[in-house]
Nanobody
Framework: QVQLSESGGGLVQAGGSLTLSCAASGRTFVDYAMGWFRQAPGKEREFVAAISWGGSQTRYAPSVTGLFTISKNNAKNTIYLQMNSLKPEDTAVYYC????????????????????WGQGIQVTVYS
């Protein structure tokens, strides 16, 4: 079984930065893609960013491209989401997700492709 634990959320003023972390445990993570999704009140869960196991492949939602950066530390089984120039519309619960994705495949952007999820962490951006 895989456990994902997010940390680093909180309250930040618009224009500020936050870094989220997601630590994975429970098994050997080889060929596991991991990603971040978010869900605002009354809205569907949406893709934010994803990264392949080796880190060579990253994908971003258009709304965060150039502002957010996803990275990982395989030795720690941890991924990060550096969020810069935050806006009130970035306010949401952010979820970490993971699943075994063959390296030859493009990391997926749809929630249904990920079988393991963290509990989520709140990020609130105020103006």
């Amino acid at each position: 079984q895989v456990q994902l634990s997010e940390s680093g959320g909180g309250l930040v003023q618009a224009g500020g930065s936050l870094t989220l972390s997601c630590a994975a445990s429970g098994r050997t993570f080889v060929d596991y893609a991991m990603g971040w999704f978010r869900q605002a009140p009354g809205k569907e869960r949406e893709f934010v960013a994803a990264i392949s196991w080796g880190g060579s492949q990253t994908r971003y939602a258009p709304s965060v491209t150039g502002l957010f950066t996803i990275s990982k530390n395989n030795a720690k089984n941890t991924i990060y989401l550096q969020m810069n120039s935050l806006k009130p519309e970035d306010t949401a619960v952010y979820y970490c997700a993971a699943d075994a994705i063959p390296r030859r495949m493009v990391v997926p952007e749809v929630p249904a492709a990920y079988g393991f999820w963290g509990q989520g962490i709140q990020v609130t951006v105020y103006s």
